[in-house]
């Protein structure tokens, strides 16, 4: 038999991380309020909590402190060198820049930071990738016109991007306008996605959904994302723009063929609808009838549908954690816990938050998205949320999460065997952080182990994990000795 192929000699290798997750510093130097920092923290007895009245007694807001990567960066920052990444993937906070995301003067202080940033990448032979919005709403948007709901989100964040690409024009050149898009098919997108909140109680909660002003957000990011790839190709012709979609791989529970054609759909909305946006630039006929049915009404302009043909992105990437069964029997549906949904695949086991883990899916869903787009391909989330457990000699014995990146890396191979062009894998996360749906430190996910804990007890120490030298090795080979 012929041997395997191999992954390509530039394939780009690394991890990723998100400014709200890691960078805490929440106030320093200018720094506005993001949606993520008036969340609580989910291991309160009541699920996580969006409070538009900061209550630090009463709450802990984890995205305050996270693990300081402001503070941290070029200690993290030299680990990844010394893990041999050729990429990294961050975010870049909307409120260092524009406190209140509408201003038309950015913050100096902000930029400043990530000058920092980037030339230490630069000065360790790491590229940045760099996500320009990872739920990092501006809060004060959230009051000013109930966040991306408002089609004047788009200039403000329009705005932001011309910012960035002026000033990196020659540091960054791999962008992704929004991490995780598609998240706004669903009402888990409206709070951290797109900051609508539309009730006036203390709190706010994610239980409120009003799918015209959750499809209009989504509209309006993707004619954001349009508009940014052509300002910013205008600004560097050499710009590479990606998708982020988070990609919940969906398979029949059984060949009956209600359960077919309920994935089918499910694919469709979840996975495919904003990819094809994003990708092909226009809207797919199958979400045209979906409004029509469901009543769902906004405003899409020819403008709109103009930009959104001329802004077509370069690269497709995605976050792979978990596929999911789908059933048309009510009585099987909903029987894993994820936050997801779905039933149970009897086939595969899952993680202690109900993910269910499933290497082979991502060969499936790599050669899913090639065919239907024949674009070059990046994973840029994958990954374990586990508890770790530091030892008396400062050693963390992860061999669960290598696990985990083993098979899954196994897969990627073998899809690029099947001939997908895959570019490059930055699985979640490089450093312990924060977990965005459980709001908990303990769900753990990084390469480097941060001490600290669910209350934010812990010095912040950096240790590295069994799975770092592991990760480090697999860099060394170029995914060769697994
Ligand atoms: C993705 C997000 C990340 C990250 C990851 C893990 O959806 O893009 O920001 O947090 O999921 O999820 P969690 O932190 O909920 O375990």
Redesign the pocket.
Known sequence: MKQLKSFPENFFWGAAS?AN?CEGAWQAEGKGVSISDVMTNGTHKEPRRITPVIDEDRYFYPSHEAVDFYHHYQEDIALCKEMGFNIFRMSVNWTRIFPNGNESEPNEAGLAFYDRVFAELKAAGIEPLVTIY??ENPFALTQECNGWADRRCIDYYLNFCRVLFERYKDVVKYWIPF??INCLTTKLGNWNHAGILNEGTEFFTDQVDNPNLRFAALHHQFVASARAVKLGKAINPDFQFGTMI?HITVYPLTCNPDDVLMTQQEDLMRNCFSGDVQVKGVYPYYIKRYFERHGIEFEITQQDLKELREGTVDFYSF?Y?MSNCISSDPASAQVSGN?MGGAKNPYLTATE?DWQIDPKGLRYTLNHIYDRYGIPVMVT?N?L?ARDTLTADGKIHDAYRIDYLRQHIEQMRLAIDDGVELIGYTP??TMDL?????GEME?R?GFIYVDKDNEGRGDLKRYRKDSFFWYKKVIETNGEDL
């Open positions: 998100a997750q990872h739920n991490n995780e988070c976050s954690y936050v938050w989330e990954g949320g979640w996360s924060v977990s965005v749906s459980t769900k996910y």
